[in-house]
Every structure is written in C-alpha cells, then in structure tokens.
C-alpha cells in the first residue's frame, strides 16, 4: 500500500477514536499506537515514526518519516471542540538516522478535523481536500471549487498587507497563542501584524489545521514562532502544496525537518510563517519581533539555534 493510501486509510479509524474519548484525559498515548501499528506493519516500505508523547520507532534505513500527532490543538479540542482540533501527520523522505534523531524532506502530510468532516491531503506537492478537490501548480488568481468550514477556496485576492483596503476583505493572521505563557506569541507576533493596518484581523488558532488554513485561503499568514515539536509541520506542509509560500522564523526555508530525543522527549526544533505569496511572507518576516520573542523565550531559542545550525 502506497503511504498515502495508508494515511487515508488509518486518519479515519484515529479520528474516529479521538471524538469517542475526547474530552477523557490523555488519549493520545493510544492513539499514537495504532498509527504506529499501522505505518509499521506495511510490507512496502521502511518506515520511521515519531509521535509527540514520545513514540520513536525506526527501521533500519528509512523510506520514510512519519511525525504523528494524534490530538493536535488538544486543549482546543477538550474545550470546546474548535475546528483547529485534528489528528494529523507529517511525512518525510530522503530519511537520514543519526544517534540522537533524524532529518527528511517534507513529502507528505494528513490532516483530519475532529469536531468537523474535513481531510486535508498532500503528497509531492500536490493537495486534496476530501478526497474530491485537488491542486497542482496553483496559480494567485486561478478559479478553484470547495469550501473548507465555509470558507470558499478561490483566487487568493490579497497581494500583500499594504493592498488591504477599500472593499477587500479583512487579512487574518493566526498563530498558535491560545495557551497560558504564550503572552510573548500574542505581542511580538499577532500584535505586531496588527500594526500594519486596521484591516488586519487576529486570532488564536493552533497547531497544524492554523498553518494549512493559508493554503485554502482562510488566513493571510499563520505561524509557529515560537520553537515547538516538529510534528507540528502538516500544516506547513498542506499549505506548501496548495502553492503558499513559508520559511522558519528567520527566512530560512524549511526544507529538512529535524527530530531530535532526548530523555524529557522530542526537542523543539520547528518554526515556521505561512503566507499566501512572497511578498506576503517579506512583509510577514520583516513585522515579527524575532528579538523580543528570543528574550521571552530564550531558552527554547538558544536550543532551537544551536540544533538547526548542525542541519
């Protein structure tokens, strides 16, 4: 079975399981289980997988990476159900195992709404969501069909912040800032974005199901500024796929994902802003205060820099 096909295939039985315990605690062990069962059992192919609560399973010379989180945006989810809740995966390949980890290549990513019906696909550049609606090469002003939660999937009408006005709707901008401590996200990243017109709109999203949001036009830019685990990188990967554009919180393209153990789990190792073109994600890069988020974070930073300059 090709790992697409698998991820399509195994997200239903997660999802599934997931609205059937949410809101108990801490489902999420479980349910890492059977997607490793699962992403390990294939004759097909090797496969690695990492999950968030701490499954690390390599095979020897992996095809793949699978970086798996079960309960993405889990707080949301528990409070409330909000469409940002999924069970999502990110995909590797070009796989490299080193004594403490491992890097690939962004291929591949699953995303599936547990409070909703959508699935959010990719694999080598190309996106579907539900199964039905899918996207190669996909052109700023080109007619697409779908909606995702209402929002119509068409050309992307905002070229850059300085074009908001007049009758064009509103810019959102998310990150994932929802949780006590994340003050610093909320005043040197949202609040920052805020200051390039009244036209722009905020909010507290989260996890992956944030950052994919920008590939089917909901948010103008979305982010993960604050260093985190990288399986929080399917939305980026969705987002890349649907033709938006992104990079780590210094410019830098996320081109190799990297995991790192050690014994209080997987190291934070993963930044990203999302945005709809280039000029977008410029603009985006140029209003974060990367300073005063290093400052407030500056442990995470100090970690987070030391392990990407040995990419």
Known sequence: MEP?????????????????????????????????????????FNSAVVGEEGTYTVEKEPDYAFLVDPLDGTSGAVNGGFPWATTT????????????????????????QISGSTELYSWNGEASIDGEVRFTDVEPDEELPGEVDGTRIGPRTVESFEKLSGDIRKGIVSAYAAKKGRRPVREHFLEAFEELGERVRTENGGGSYTGASVGFGKSLVAGEPKPTVPTESAGEIFARAMDAESSDIYGDINDRIQVEKSREGLERTYTSIIAGNDEILEEA?????????????EEDFDSYTELREGL
């Open 4 to 44: 697409v096909e698998l991820l399509r295939e195994t997200g239903d039985e997660v999802r599934e399981r997931a609205r059937e315990q949410l809101p108990d605690s801490e489902p999420d062990e479980e349910l890492e289980k059977i997607w490793e069962e699962a992403l390990t059992g294939n004759e097909g």
């Open 285 to 297: 890069i140029e209003a974060v205060n990367v300073e005063g988020l290093e400052q407030a974070y």
């Open 89 to 112: 995966v990110a995909v590797l390949e070009d796989v490299k195992v080193g004594e403490n980890g491992l890097t690939g290549k962004p291929c591949g990513s699953y995303i599936g």
